[in-house]
């Protein structure tokens, strides 16, 4: 598996934007598909936004959609989720995961084999 450290959490305006990041390291980044997921409190983990290998291909959760952007750069093995027009209703744990496969339908946390330890992002109002 390849391991994933995520950054770039914090504390927020509504209406503010945070990058985080994600730095993966022992197995070929390029093998992985990156997504990132968050938890808020008492809530299922739940899917955000997937990359494909060579970034070309992306989905996100509607309601993310038009706000947060994921991408990667695979000559620093790291992926990267832009969020603007943050919302309290964004304030989670996010979560860096990568599997091998990669595919509009793979969205469940099942779906992706390796994890992060995850990073705090909240959001006031």
């Known amino acids: 598996q390849v391991q994933l450290v995520e950054s770039g959490g914090g504390l927020v305006q509504a209406g503010g934007s945070l990058r985080l990041s994600c730095v993966a390291s022992?197995?070929?980044?390029?093998?992985?598909?990156m997504a990132w997921f968050r938890q808020a409190p008492g809530k299922e983990r739940e899917f955000v936004a997937v990359?494909?290998?060579?970034?070309?291909?992306?989905y996100y959760a509607d309601s993310v959609r038009g706000r947060f952007t994921i991408s990667r750069d695979n000559n620093k093995n790291t992926a990267y989720l832009q969020m603007n027009s943050l919302k309290p209703e964004d304030t989670a744990v996010y979560y860096c995961a990568a599997d091998t496969m990669f595919a509009n339908n793979r969205r469940h946390a099942r779906d992706f084999g390796s994890w992060g330890q995850g990073t705090q992002v909240t959001v006031s109002s």
């Open positions: 022992g197995r070929t980044f390029t093998s992985y598909a």
């Open positions: 990359v494909s290998w060579g970034g070309g291909n992306t």
